[in-house]
C-alpha cells in the first residue's frame, strides 16, 4: 500500500500568515488522486481539495492543492480563525487508499 | 441536503462482531459509492472499505478477512460487520459517500461518526 508522510507535524502561525502543507508518497499516485481534508476536534473530515488541485465545491479559494506524482502541497495563502485544525492528506488512486498521519497548524 | 448517520453499539465485547448501520438522506444509494472509514489515536485515519451501488465490494486487505458490507436501498441504508473484534478495533467510526459519480472514492460526505470501544 502506498505510504503517505506529511510535514510537518505541527505548524505554528499567526492568522493572516500563509500555511504550506507537504505530503510525500512513498510511490507515485495514480492519476494525481489526492485529496486533503480539515478536520477539527469532534467533527468528521471536510472534503477541501481532490485531484490534487480542484477545489471541493463550497471551499474558499484562499485553499489550494498542487502537486503530481509523490510530492503534493496545500497551501492556505493566509489563514482565518476557523483555518486552525488538523490536515490531512489522502490517496484514492490505489486500493487501499491510504491517509497521511495529519499536519496539526496551531495559533501561533 | 446530503445527510449520514452512523448507529450502532457504543460497546462490543472482545471476540464479538461489530455492527454499524449508516441511514442516508437527501440521496439515493441507488448511485454512488458508500465508504466505512475509522480513526483511532494510535492508528490515524482508516480507510475500511467500500460498497458500490450494485453491491460489488472493495475492502482493506488489513481487515478483508473480517469485514461484510451490505447496502439496503429500500431503507437507504449500508452496514458494516467486523467479526472477532479485540481493543485495537476501537475507534470512531465514519460512513462516507462519494462526490459524485464521475468523481469515485472522492470522500465528499461524511456521517458525524460513532465511538466504539471493545472492552469487556
Known amino acids: 500500500e502506498i505510504v503517505l508522510t506529511q510535514s510537518p507535524g505541527t505548524l505554528s502561525l499567526s492568522p493572516g500568515e500563509r500555511a504550506t502543507l507537504s505530503c510525500r508518497a512513498s510511490q507515485s499516485v495514480s492519476g494525481s488522486q489526492l485529496a486533503w481534508f480539515q478536520q477539527k476536534p469532534g467533527q468528521a473530515p471536510r472534503l477541501l481539495i481532490y485531484g490534487a488541485s480542484i477545489r471541493a465545491p463550497g471551499i474558499p479559494d484562499r485553499f489550494s492543492g498542487s502537486g503530481s506524482g509523490t510530492d503534493f502541497t496545500l497551501t492556505i495563502s493566509s489563514l482565518e480563525p476557523e483555518d486552525f485544525a488538523v490536515y490531512y492528506c489522502?490517496?484514492?488512486?490505489?486500493?487501499?487508499?491510504?491517509f497521511g498521519q495529519g499536519t496539526k497548524v496551531e495559533i501561533k | 441536503q446530503v445527510q449520514l448517520q452512523e448507529s450502532g453499539p457504543g460497546l462490543v465485547k472482545p471476540s464479538e462482531t461489530l455492527s454499524l448501520t449508516c441511514t442516508v438522506s437527501?440521496?439515493?444509494?441507488?448511485?454512488?459509492?458508500w465508504s466505512w472509514i475509522r480513526q483511532s489515536p494510535g492508528k490515524g485515519l482508516e480507510w475500511i472499505g467500500y460498497?458500490?451501488?450494485?453491491?460489488?465490494?472493495n475492502y482493506n486487505p488489513s481487515l478483508k478477512s473480517r469485514v461484510t458490507m451490505s447496502i439496503d436501498s429500500s431503507k437507504s441504508q449500508f452496514s458494516l460487520r467486523l467479526t472477532s473484534v479485540t481493543a485495537a478495533d476501537t475507534a470512531v467510526y465514519y460512513c462516507?459517500?462519494?462526490?459524485?459519480?464521475?468523481?469515485?472514492?472522492?470522500?465528499?460526505?461524511w456521517g458525524q461518526g460513532t465511538l466504539v470501544t471493545v472492552s469487556s
Open positions: 462516507a459517500r462519494d462526490l459524485s459519480r464521475n468523481r469515485p472514492l472522492v470522500l465528499a460526505y
Open positions: 437527501g440521496t439515493s444509494t441507488s448511485s454512488y459509492n
Open positions: 489522502q490517496q484514492y488512486g490505489s486500493s487501499p487508499g491510504t
Open positions: 460498497i458500490s451501488y450494485s453491491g460489488s465490494t
